[in-house]
């Protein structure tokens, strides 16, 4: 089944177009890592399938969801569709267990109890049980971002997205939030991931979608694509990043 299908999505700022006419499917427990250089369109790919950007052309369906028909429910979406960032924003002011159970109140209307029940299990999830009642500035960068992930997780979406989440991590924190996705995708969640984590995507993503020029160019099985590159624009990006 497939849990996200664009058909021709063309995206533009202003005069710029970013997408170029993306067709592509997701399937429900698929892991696709996307790569690409700098400004080839991969946050804004995941950006117009969570609704954050509108598109000018084309059609996505994420879920069950058509995203890009008129008056379609982005609340509704976004409780399907999880997303995090490469920066954090957890709210300071509130602790770990309060920043996880707030979308679910809020949005969900789940009761204090119910809320608080669902944010230790997503905490724990991450490996921070123990930071249950810490505030933000008490936890390092990665404790902060597996936070993030919890609190995503806690609106118990259908897809992840994460969009370079460790991109800002100092290199020794890395590894723990690698390895929560790692629990993820063990789990069966489907997920999109934005990453310069060649090995993580050689080693735990299903498929590998390489973008260049607002263009998917190449798209195919994870460690054959990364292996046995079949364009030269991919060569050469992987021969960049991996140095
Ligand atoms: N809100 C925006 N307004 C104008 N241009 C944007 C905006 N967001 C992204 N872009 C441009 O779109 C292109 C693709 O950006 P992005 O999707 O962020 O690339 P990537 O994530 O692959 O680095 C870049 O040229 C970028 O400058
Ligand atoms: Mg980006």
Known sequence: ???????????????????????????????????????????????????????????????????????????????????????YNLFPHLNVERNVKLAPKLVRRQSDAQASELARRMVAKVGLADKLLAYPDELSGGQQQRVAIARSLAMQPTIMLFDEITSALDPELVGEVLKVLEGLADEGMTMMLVTHEMNFAKNVAN???????????????????????????????LAAVLH
């Open 1 to 87: 089944m497939s849990l996200v299908k664009l058909e021709n999505v063309v995206k533009r700022f202003g005069a710029l177009e970013v997408l170029k006419g993306i067709s592509m499917t997701v399937e429900k427990g698929e892991i696709v890592a996307v790569i690409g250089r700098s400004g080839s369109g991969k946050s804004t790919l995941l950006r117009c399938i969570n609704a954050l950007e509108p598109v000018q052309g084309g059609s996505i369906v994420v879920d069950g969801i058509e995203v890009t028909a008129e008056g379609a429910d982005h609340n509704q979406l976004r409780a399907r569709v999880g997303m995090v960032f490469q920066s």
């Open 207 to 237: 498929r590998v979608i390489f973008m260049h020029e607002g263009r998917i160019h190449e798209d195919g099985p994870a460690r054959e694509t990364l292996l046995a590159p079949k364009t030269p624009e991919l060569r050469s990006f």
